[in-house]
């Protein structure tokens, strides 16, 4: 696979994992196609153990998911700010302390977002835990499965 098709694939996993934030795009799917067509392409044994391995944790994201609470963000009021500051912690997070830096960075996003818009710790922290009582658990559930995902491929491709 060339350099210009591994950029490719790269901007569908990347739009994939923007896609998990925000509602009604598939983002999931999307990461698993990006991953699905490198695996295609990629004579190596390890591209097809990629795959079986994000298809697993997908179907696994998805079980969690279905046991979580609905997502009811907009009755929160969970805003498109929100998603951003919620996406770019659990990315820091996410590559600060890995793997499961996700998780705290995604909750500080969201807490900074509430913080900057509230002014007050003890109403922004409510506005947190409101935000993932209300759907944010499982927008992280599947964020962190694309996350995993994301950092197998890219072990894949640049650990030759």
């Known amino acids: 696979m060339g350099a210009w098709e591994l950029l490719l694939v790269g901007v569908v996993v990347l739009l994939g994992l923007c896609g998990v934030l925000v509602p009604g795009v598939p983002g999931s799917l999307l990461v698993w196609a990006g991953v699905m067509w490198w695996a295609l392409e990629e004579p190596r044994p390890v591209a097809w153990w990629v795959l079986v391995g994000s298809t697993t944790v997908l179907l696994l994201s998805r079980a969690v998911r279905w046991m979580l609470a609905p ?56 506005a947190a835990r409101t935000a993932m009582r209300s759907g944010g658990s499982s927008v992280l559930a599947e964020l962190f499965a694309c996350l995993l995902i994301a950092g197998a491929w890219l072990g894949a491709v640049f650990g030759r």
């Open 71 to 126: 997502r009811r963000l907009e009755l929160s009021g969970a805003s498109p700010r929100m998603a951003v500051y919620a996406g770019v912690g659990a990315l820091l997070g996410f590559v600060l302390v890995p793997v499961v830096g996700a998780i705290p960075g995604f909750v500080g996003g969201i807490y900074l977002s509430e913080r900057l818009r509230l002014g007050r710790h003890r109403e922004a922290l409510a």
